[in-house]
């Protein structure tokens, strides 16, 4: 249960929440099982209604686990629309693969496995909604390169921003946390709100969502949807690099 | 009136440079107001010029076949004196260049004249001519309608009789498809034969100058003259008969507009009927030609307008500046990718040309579009014109092989048609023959 919000809130909240389906319900109890740190369904709808607002087709998470906010993100793509999402584990990724299926997005989801930080440089932009959850280390050396990757009018938004409301200096709620942590957090929000490319706005919905809007030209987005389809191709193009025969 | 003709008329002084001069002059103070073909005219200049050269030739001095030969320049190009704007604010207020480009330092040399410089598709970025900082340029045969770009200008100040030939560049089509657009002849070279220092560049891997005229024979001579040869052979036609030409099927013939697929289909039958040999030919990577030119092409453009696309970006017109910023998404790892792609439809053009003498395409698959027009309805479904006007030409950028657009007869509202011959790597010279062989034969 959340530090932010009160219990009875939050289940208040929950009973709203008419946008879940058996499979995500299903996935997150098996998540809770196992302990893995999944973001809650009321967050999973924000992500979902905030893709569909922004008429995503192009959208980038770090932090699969087992594909639950992805199954949320992806949701909201049109066919044709593609989620990559990347995850350091390689068991959590291939359960993640599988419940993609299982909702049907197998089409639209790319799960890559290894560092972000390393694969982030093979991505290719631009996307219209970033997710960062993720491990909490890498949301600083990260941020650079997502907002490059984010295109003007996209949405980056980032999980676990209050931090159980540990970034709020002598607050301590966690004694599990790593203190590296809560100070990378308490950076990182501060440099999404001062950046000068992004407006920010922080919900203190479950353990803090930061939603940040990039700023510029709108009328760049078909061109950029052009782009990503053309780079589509060319690497689908079979020219017979050394690499591959 | 084509360059060789007035030659033969001058030199049987029936006319004169000041007399061919100042009749360009007069259309362009007519026209040009309309049709707005120029960026700048050099009245005084070229009148000057004229002058000059009719004393040389009075006093036994004659440069050659462009002794005396008014001619346009595509603003993009340095010709001493005048600013090269490349139809953009982004240059606005650069000095004028202090020196000829080479290209135009050779046409000097030989006597031309330059009555202007014309008007362009900013910084050679597009292929209507639509966007420009000094207005469309508007096709003499229909003013609602594109002439083309990027080179429009040029291609629009020969037909409407302001030149009598022009200099233009081409990166993925831009003197063919405003050729084809107003119906002169357009010939892009090998790629590397004809210097392009001193213009300004779009996409160096692509960039090509080259000749737009009103015949082949006049294309020829321009090409050596802009290739600073001394003293070039005279153009032998090579005969329809015993030609080997194939045509490139399925990409580039699946998307036609039907009057000009009639057009194209007539010419072959004439060749043939003249003792041409004609074949298909599939040029197996053609689906990927689109994505291979844009991530070569834009990724180049951006990286050389990457300072000024941060600086002032509003100086650029908005569709230029957007296609730009488009650019700069660009990875390297694809640019890289598309180099690879390069490489293999070099091979397939080169494979297709082995057994035959040239292929023979259309230059565009449209009628030239209308000015503002996004996409045109073709074969059923709507297509942007952008690509489309692209379709036929840019990959011989890529491939870097020569190829020359000529008119082949008009719709049946006037507008031109035009056929497209595509020649070995190496050998722009039999290209030009077999050109001036084809040329015979259409209408």
């Not at chain 2, 005084?44 to 036994?60: P, V």
């Not at chain 2, 970025?125 to 609602?144: K, M, Q, Y």
């Amino acid at each position: 249960m959340g530090q932010i919000v009160p219990d009875p809130i939050e289940r208040y909240l929950a009973g709203l929440n008419h946008l879940s389906d058996p499979v995500l319900e299903d996935i997150a109890r098996a998540g809770e099982q196992e302990q893995l740190p999944l973001v809650d369904a009321e967050v999973g709808a924000l992500l979902r209604i905030l893709a569909t607002a922004v008429g995503a087709t192009r959208i980038l998470e770090i932090g699969t686990a087992i594909g639950y906010s992805g199954i949320w993100l992806a949701g909201a793509l049109p066919a044709g629309g593609m989620l990559i999402t990347m995850e350091m584990d390689e068991t959590r990724a291939r359960v993640a693969r599988g419940n993609f299926a299982r909702a049907g997005l197998a089409d639209r989801a790319s799960v890559i496995v290894g560092d972000a930080k390393l694969k982030i440089a093979k991505v290719a932009g631009p996307f219209d909604v970033i997710f960062l959850d993720g491990p909490k280390h890498l949301y600083n050396p990260l941020l650079d390169r997502l907002v490059t990757l984010l295109r003007p009018g996209g949405l980056l938004i980032t999980d676990n921003v209050l931090w159980s409301g540990e970034v709020v200096p002598g607050f301590v709620a966690r004694p599990e946390h790593d203190e590296a942590d809560t100070r990378a957090i308490a950076e990182y929000n501060q440099r999404i709100n001062a950046h000068p490319e992004l407006m920010t706005a922080t919900l203190p919905l479950r353990d803090g969502v930061a939603i940040a809007i990039k700023r510029g030209a709108p009328e760049m987005k078909p061109l950029l949807d052009t782009l990503a389809r053309s780079t589509q191709a060319l690497r689908a193009a079979d020219f017979n690099d050394d690499a591959s025969s | 009136m084509t360059i060789t003709e007035f030659g033969r008329k001058l030199r049987a002084r029936e006319t004169s440079a000041v007399e061919a001069t100042d009749a360009c002059l007069a259309r362009i103070d007519a026209d040009n107001g309309r049709l707005n073909a120029f960026i700048l005219v050099m009245a005084d200049e070229a009148r000057g010029q004229a002058r000059e050269a009719d004393r040389e030739l009075a006093g036994g001095h004659d440069r050659g076949p462009l002794h005396g030969v008014p001619m346009s320049i595509k603003d993009l190009i340095d010709v001493r004196g005048t600013p090269t704007t490349a139809a953009s604010r982004v240059r606005a207020g650069r000095m004028a260049a202090a020196h000829d480009a080479p290209i135009v330092a050779h046409l000097r040399h030989a006597g031309a004249i330059f009555v202007g410089k014309t008007n362009l598709h900013e910084f050679a970025l597009g292929v209507t001519n639509e966007d420009s900082a000094f207005g469309p340029a508007r096709n003499p045969h229909d003013p609602a309608r594109s002439p083309g770009g990027s080179s429009g200008g040029s291609a629009a100040s020969i037909i409407a009789g302001m030149a009598l030939a022009s200099i233009g560049t081409d990166t993925g089509g831009s003197i063919r498809i405003p050729s084809a657009a107003c119906g002169t002849v357009g010939l892009k070279p090998a790629f590397g034969e004809i210097s392009t220092e001193g213009v300004v560049p779009l996409s160096r891997t692509l960039d090509h100058a080259g000749p737009l005229a009103a015949s082949v024979a006049d294309a020829h001579l321009l090409y050596h003259v802009l290739r600073g040869d001394a003293a070039p052979r005279p153009l032998v036609a090579a005969p329809a008969r015993g030609l080997r030409v194939a045509v490139p099927r399925t990409y580039f013939t699946d998307l036609l507009d039907d009057e000009v697929r009639a057009a194209f289909e007539s010419a072959l039958e004439r060749l043939r009927a003249a003792g041409a040999r004609v074949r298909d030919v599939e040029i197996r990577h053609a689906r990927d030609i689109p994505a291979v030119y844009l991530h070569t092409g834009l990724a180049e453009a951006a990286a050389y307008h990457a300072v000024t696309l941060e600086k002032t970006p509003e100086l650029y017109t908005p569709s230029v500046r957007l296609r730009l910023e488009m650019g700069r998404h660009i990875l390297a790892e694809d640019y890289v990718r598309a180099d690879a792609g390069r490489q293999v439809l070099r091979r397939e053009v080169d494979a297709a040309l082995a057994e035959h003498d040239a292929l023979v395409l259309p230059t565009l698959p449209i009628p030239a579009p209308v000015i503002g027009a996004n996409s045109v309805t073709i074969g059923g479904s709507q297509e942007p014109v952008r690509n489309l006007l692209l379709r036929l030409t840019q990959l011989f950028n890529l491939t870097g092989h020569p190829a020359i657009s000529l008119p082949n007869g008009r719709t049946s509202t006037g507008l031109p048609c035009s056929l497209q011959i595509v020649g070995g790597r190496t050998h722009t010279d039999a290209l030009l023959g077999i050109a001036l062989g084809c040329e015979a034969h259409l209408p």
